[in-house]
């Protein structure tokens, strides 16, 4: 079953009377030069809880933001509490199966694969949206990044053998933001507050910011001279980078900061959005804190990116290592194309 085409529309937007005070000048930086050339690819369907595989029909392009929230509950046996929302989950309290469709992730789940068929083993499960969910994981909300090109496929994560005693579905909302152009870093500056203790129990504070990162990131680098190093946000990586020299000739030398998972709400026009996100310190597979987020975005009359912004609000806590106590950042992160000049 294909999904009906619900909205698809290339318009002109004039107006910015809509963003909130906090965000105008953000919006006037991203929306300067007069109108801009929106893309917008809104699709809606039902997901049956009672077929492995649904075939959506949407194509989905290598770079692309793939927005899916699903609403509505749905039955996984006759049994009356044998029920669950798109997030899954077992009435036991069991996370994973070992006898479902991807037992890696959580079951009874809404979950999503990029190309393949409607039979169960085939194509690419998209990427995990909230760490610890698995590999397809879509749920009531998610919005990630598709490296693949192919078809969206949505399905239930139930036991191949038994979706006969399956029912209800689950109504779902895809947008599809196009991929973005071939710019994908864009100059980025923090301006935080770091608290921590120092020997003798008192509070101490101070400013942290672009330097510090870049000090930090060069000196577990073995990176003597900082002359080049740049902080930058990439776009289809979701991180915050260190980077050496600018545009072709960037080279990456690490990353401070990685932002997953949580909450993508975007406008139907897919010029802006407001998401909160989970921080990640280097390589930590464990959250250190959250990001709540402005994002904007222009195009060209090829509806390709041409335009990003985001402004966002930071807060995060990395644990005391050796003499260091604990300590606390909360400040701003700004990022985007027309923010620092050329």
Known sequence: MKALTIAKSTWLLRSISWFKPATVIIS??????GGVAIAQEVYTLDVPSTVPWTDTGINIAAGSRLIITATGTVHYSYSS?????????????????TDVMLP??????????????????????????TPGDGQGFVGTSYSEMIPTTGEL?????????????????????VTVVPPFSAQDTYKAFVAAVAISTNQAGNLIYRAFGNKDLIRECAAEAG??????????????TD???????????ETLVCTPLTFSGGVFLSSTD???SE???????????????????????????????????????????????GTNAPTIYHGSLVAGSKLFGP
């Open 28 to 33: 006037l930086l991203l929306f300067q030069n």
């Open 275 to 321: 998401r909160l996100a989970w921080v990640y310190w280097e390589t930590n597979n464990v959250a250190s804190g959250t990001l709540t987020a402005t994002e904007g975005y222009k195009y060209g009359v090829s509806n390709q990116l041409t335009g990003f912004s985001l402004f966002g609000q930071l807060q995060f806590a990395l644990p005391g290592i």
């Open 239 to 249: 991180t915050l980078d260190v980077v050496h020299g600018t545009g072709t000739n």
């Open 223 to 236: 990176i003597t001279n900082l002359t080049g190093l740049y902080l930058v946000y990439d776009l289809k």
């Open 270 to 272: 897919s010029t802006k």
């Open 81 to 97: 509490y044998q029920v669950c929302d798109a997030n899954g989950g077992d009435y036991t309290g069991a996370q994973f199966l």
């Open 153 to 173: 496929f949505l399905g239930f994560n139930d036991d191949p053998a038994v979706f006969w005693d399956n029912s209800g579905s689950f109504s779902v909302t």
């Open 104 to 129: 890696n992730t959580v079951c009874h789940s809404l979950v999503g694969k990029i190309g393949g068929t409607t039979a169960v083993g085939d194509g690419t499960p998209v990427p995990e949206g």
